[in-house]
């Protein structure tokens, strides 16, 4: 029992939907993932790539065509692994005519939750999610962003070891991105696991622990992120205005050169931080502005391109 | 933990031993053994409820929270109101029509108050019972409950009992605004009705009045669950239009068992195939038919308790058999 | 266990409950039927009628407890019409005929339209035709209103009101003897009034059966030793009719005729003195004197059509044309039927 355990796992989870009579069309194919317990999983991929189905599969709202998983343990869709669970649906949706804390005290209730200790949950949670000042709204008069604060809430109310997330931060101010991203990341350092699907990569890419990328049905590459990211170990330089004469200075000491962007960076590559560094002093010393200094770590939303394009390919 | 397996595992041995007793029972009401049919057949029912209740333990406060929540929801709806006022106004109504006899006045108060009723509860429970979990699912606001430890069965149940609550109380509010209306009237009509010796009195056909009211509760139930239960498979409109059809369907029911047990040649000869027919149907229509007293209405008899209880019965028998179909059907239903 | 299997496994349970729900089924069924709150219109009744009639019995029925409000209505209808007078004027009834028509079909165990329409015929609109001396009129219209009451009867089997109904416009007013006695008797199996029996006795006095009458006064008396109109008829019937009646069966023709004539000639005009001299005649085979004695019956008494149909049926019987002012010539009455649901055989003694 001391070895991490394994939150959810699956094995070539297919989901075909049917399409008119005779229609198919692949939701999500032959999906083998493990998601360790206490890590953040970032499930990313284009539009209709298949998170939202991969997600309902594993809530069992959707029934496998083929494949099987295990959440907490538990066959999917079993009751029993639902009292452990947090769900926050994308676009969430609720009773219209109920304000936020009769609404979590509905759910609160289905959890069995009551009394003293719920109300005190819930005053917890809208302070949480920042709500607390607008709990009297009623649903039908809330924001887009305020419904998905006041889904977080209902989605924690039982404290749960699993909490699923289909694009937590769409609509979301950026305060309230950011507050999103705390939550998450509390829940990680409390050993909770968290399951996100985005395609807000920016977001995903400092948050999670691990990541696999889908697209079009088909799981294209998962990972840790560290693994994902850092093709080479390498270390970059992005530098504005680099003159030609700067580069052949540097010419025995860089690996590679991407040339500059619509934005004029150029980003110069080299084999260690010492390099780096070097490459970064010269580029200065002749009137260039170094932007950074760093890991030649990829961008999460370049690795995306690379695998998405390159199924565009075939 | 061991020890829970093992009470689980005694548990579902019952549950399948209660469920092989049931299926002999029911086979001994087939063969109707000693003219026991009711007795076995109920028994079997019983059993298999219990069975079911084992096997499934039902979580009866997420049924509660569901139903509840589903009460103070359909509250709101608007077309309840505007249905409950209307209802109101025809009850009222009832009494301003005045004919030559006051045999034919106090008939006309029954039917059209009773109508109204009846016509009222039907709409509301046609069209709640048809949009709760069509709703729910449109909305989407199906996923966060599921994906809570509600399970679907309770769901359905919930919704059920909460719609079945709502149409009661609607039922209540006009069932009270009749029964005063029938106090203010009656007893003058009544009276010229005995001064001119027919045998009646008023308490009898005020009991005859809530009676009836109570068994429109019941029809309700029967009407709600097969919209329910449509609902969990096809669309709200097609489930609303199929209950409406089946209610006016089940009044028929009677004819079809005519027509299925109809023998004599010298009268009419009927094609087998349109009696096996009518059989089918007869036994697959739910007896709408049943809760109407107004025979008994008009003549001023005494409506028998027994009968009341039996009527009552079946209609939640049959309701809950609906929904354990509902149940079966939105388990297998996708989101 | 797969789901697939789940799922066969609770339909199975599902069907299992509804075959053992099926015997409770039957119960309220049976007995709906057996205490009357369900009074389906036998398929026997839905053979016999017009297409236009079935889509009202079954839309009536279909309504189930609906239909109740709708034939409300039409009734309200019909008594605006009744009260605008549309409804009596002659030969203008087509709209109340139709109104009246559908409230019976709609509802027909609602007993007040048949009795209604039975008793605005044979009485309201036959009245009016008498008033205007159109009797072949007045005989359709009395006709018209049986016909109401006896279909009405057919649905309501198991009720006394529409027999009575019937018993007496054919005592009243088709003055039809033998019909009248039988539906009188037919509610004798139902809690009837205590004069019951007495209107059979009147029935068969008139006709004459002066036996039958007798037992059914004797009966009266055994009923109610108080009853001094059954007495004062046997004591009457004893006196002058009964010797009569004795002497005819035994063969002694002419002694009863004499003994019949005693009385006639005190009240030359009494009705049950010419029927009872009638049958003597018919009786004797002199069928001739039997059709004048009818005939002088039909035309000095107010309308007889008892003693009318008898001059029709001799006439037949004879080979001549019956008499130009015998205009009243019924197509036979309305058969009583025996619909599903009604009781046993009907009681054809006193007592029985
Ligand atoms: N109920 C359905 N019936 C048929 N096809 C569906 C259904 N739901 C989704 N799909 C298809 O399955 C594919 C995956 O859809 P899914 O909703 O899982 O995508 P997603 O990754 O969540 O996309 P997004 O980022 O837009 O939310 C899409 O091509 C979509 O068209
Ligand atoms: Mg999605």
Not at chain 1, 227 to 243: H, N
Not at chain 2, 114 to 136: K, N, Y
Not at chain 3, 80 to 104: F, H, Y
Request: with cysteine; hydrophobic share 45%.
């Amino acid at each position: 029992m001391g070895e991490i355990g394994i939150a959810i796992r699956t094995e070539g989870l297919t989901k075909v939907y049917r399409i008119g009579i005779r229609g198919t069309h692949v939701g999500i194919g032959d999906l083998t993932v493990e998601v360790p317990e206490g890590e953040i999983y970032g499930l990313v991929g284009p539009n209709g790539a298949g998170k939202t189905t991969t997600l309902k599969l594993l809530l069992g709202l959707l029934f496998p065509t083929s494949g099987s998983g295990e959440v907490l343990g538990l066959p999917l869709g079993s009751p029993d692994y639902k009292a452990r669970i947090g769900y926050v649906p994308d676009g969430p949706y609720f009773y219209d005519h109920l304000n936020a804390p009769e609404l979590l005290r509905f759910y609160g209730a289905l959890f069995g939750l009551t009394g003293k200790v719920l109300e005190q949950r819930i005053a917890e949670l809208l302070e949480l999610v920042g709500m607390a000042d607008r709990a009297h709204f009623r649903v039908h008069e809330y924001s887009k962003g305020m419904r998905q604060r006041v889904a977080v809430a209902q989605a924690l109310l039982n404290d749960p070891d699993l909490i699923f997330l289909d694009e937590p931060t769409a609509g979301l101010d950026p305060m309230g991105a950011i507050q999103m991203r705390n939550i998450v990341l509390d829940l990680r350092q409390r050993g909770k696991t968290v399951f996100l699907c985005s395609h807000l990569l920016k977001d995903m890419e400092p948050m999670c622990d691990r990541v696999a990328i889908v697209s079009r049905g088909a799981l294209k590459l998962t990972g840790p992120i560290d693994e994902v990211l850092q093709a080479g170990a390498g270390y970059r330089v992005r530098a504005t205005g680099v003159s030609p004469e700067t580069r052949r200075k540097i010419e025995a000491v860089v690996t590679g050169i991407v040339e500059p962007d619509a934005d004029g960076v150029a980003v110069l590559k080299a084999a260690d931080q010492k390099r780096a560094l070097e490459v970064a002093n010269t580029a200065a010393g002749d009137g260039a502005q170094v932007l950074e200094v760093g890991p030649d770590r990829r961008t999460l939303e370049e690795v995306f391109i690379d695998v998405v394009e390159g199924q565009a390919g075939d | 933990m061991d020890k829970k397996r093992g009470a689980g595992v005694a548990a579902r041995s019952l549950a399948i031993m209660l469920l092989l007793v049931a299926i002999g029972l029911v086979a001994l009401a087939v063969l109707n053994l000693q003219g026991l049919r009711l007795l076995f057949g109920s028994l079997a029912l019983l059993l298999v409820g219990i069975a079911a209740a084992i096997l499934l333990q039902p979580n009866f406060r997420a049924i509660y929270r569901v139903a509840s929540a589903t009460f103070f929801e359909a509250r709101r709806r608007r077309f309840m109101n505007v249905i409950l006022i209307f209802a109101v106004i025809l009850v009222g109504l009832s009494s301003f029509f005045a004919t030559l006899s006051p045999s034919a006045e106090l008939n006309m108060l029954l039917d059209i108050g009773l109508g109204s009723i009846r016509l009222c509860g039907m709409l509301i429970a046609v069209f709640l019972g048809a949009r709760l979990i069509a709703d729910e699912v449109d909305k989407k606001t199906v996923d966060v409950i599921l994906a809570k430890p509600v399970r679907r069965a309770e769901f359905v149940i919930g919704k059920f009992l909460g719609a079945w609550i709502t149409v009661t109380c609607f039922l209540l509010v006009m069932g009270v605004a009749f029964f005063i209306v029938y106090q203010i009237k009656a007893p003058q009509l009544v009276a010229k009705m005995q001064a001119v010796g027919m045998a009646l009195s008023l308490e009898e056909t005020s009991a005859n009045v809530l009676k009836a009211t109570l068994l429109i509760l019941f029809e309700m139930m029967v009407l709600t669950s097969i919209a329910i239960t449509v609902s969990t498979f096809a669309s709200w409109i097609f489930s609303a239009v199929f209950a409406f059809t089946t209610y006016f369907a089940g009044q028929l029911s009677s004819y079809f068992h005519h027509i299925a047990t109809f023998n004599d040649k010298s009268v009419a000869i009927i094609n087998p195939s349109i009696k096996m027919f009518s059989w089918v149907i007869y036994r697959l229509l739910p007896h709408f038919e049943f809760f109407d007293i107004r025979e008994k209405l008009l003549t001023h008899d005494p409506v028998y308790w027994e009968m009341i209880g039996m009527t009552a019965g079946h209609g939640v028998l049959y309701s809950l058999v609906l929904v354990a179909l509902a149940c079966v059907f939105f388990s297998y239903r996708e989101f | 266990m797969g789901r697939r299997e789940r799922l066969f496994l609770g339909i199975f349970l599902i069907f299992l409950a509804w075959i053992a729900l099926q015997p409770m089924d039957d119960w309220v069924a049976q007995h709906r039927i057996i205490y009357g709150y369900n009074r389906p219109t036998p398929i026997t009744k839905i053979v016999e009628f017009r297409p236009t009639a079935v889509t009202g019995i079954l839309a009536g029925a279909m309504l189930g407890s609906f239909r109740g409000v709708a034939a409300n209505f039409l009734w309200l209808k019909m008594q605006r019409l009744w009260n605008e007078g549309q409804a009596s004027a002659l030969g203008r009834t087509g709209e109340a005929e139709d109104v009246m028509r559908t409230v019976t079909l709609l509802d027909p165990h609602w007993l007040e339209p048949w009795t209604f329409a039975g008793w605005h015929y044979s009485y309201n609109l036959s009245y009016e035709a008498e008033a205007a001396h159109n009797y072949a009129r007045q005989g359709e219209f009395i006709q018209r209103g049986l016909n109401y009451l006896v279909e009405g009867v057919s649905y309501n089997p198991g009720t006394y009101d529409l027999y009575f109904e019937v018993a007496w416009t054919y005592f009243d007013k088709m003055k039809e003897y033998d019909e009248a006695a039988k539906w009188a008797r037919a509610t004798l199996t139902f809690s009837h009034p205590e004069f019951i029996p007495r209107q059979i006795g009147h029935a068969y006095e008139r006709k004459p059966d002066i036996p039958q009458a007798l037992d059914w006064y004797d009966y009266c008396m055994k009923q109610n030793p108080a009853d001094n109109t059954a007495k004062g008829a046997i004591l009457t019937i004893r006196e002058r009719y009964l010797p009569a009646w004795r002497l005819m069966e035994q063969g002694k023709y002419d002694e009863a005729l004499k003994s019949t004539q005693y009385y006639l000639n005190v009240d030359p005009k009494g009705r049950i003195g010419l029927h009872l001299k009638a049958t003597i005649y018919e009786r004797k085979g002199d069928l001739q004197k039997a059709l004048e004695t009818w005939r002088y019956a039909a035309t000095s008494l107010s309308i007889n059509w008892y003693a009318e149909r008898q001059v029709a049926r001799l006439s037949a019987k004879l080979g001549v044309p019956a008499p130009a002012d015998i205009v009243f010539l019924p197509s036979g009455p309305p058969s009583l039927r025996r619909p599903t649901g009604a009781g046993g055989a009907l009681p054809t003694r006193p007592g029985q």
